[in-house]
């Protein structure tokens, strides 16, 4: 049983950062085209915006939250290892950047996301860190 949630959650784990990664690049191109005045690519990447946020990584997140849990059931022991206590903490971080992913969202919806492209491109760059670290975290448990 171990093995099947392990594996559901690695594929949850994928899928979200997967939307993570991609979110932020299609606010890149959002606040281009708005900058450039493109209303039919506007309303291109809203549509694919909300279409990736509800049907993809939000149902993603859900997944990783419910299967992580399950496996720390399963594992109660890891909740004292200091590596964890780390991984859960970039856990609710991530967390955090998916709602701010959704205040961005509604503002670029609503035509008042006054953000810059470049803002976003670093933007998007938060998740690759976190990823690296939790990887790490969970492959080494160096503490």
Known sequence: MYLWIKALHIVAVVTWFAALFYLPRLYVYHAMARDKGEQQAIDYFS??????????????????????IWLLYLMPHWLGMGWMHVKLVLVLLLVAYHHVCLIYLKQFAAGRCVRSHVFFRWFNELPVVVLLVIVILAVLKPF
């Open 47 to 68: 549509v694919m915006e909300r279409k990736l946020y509800r049907g993809i990584m939000t149902p993603s997140m859900i997944a990783v939250i419910v299967f992580g």
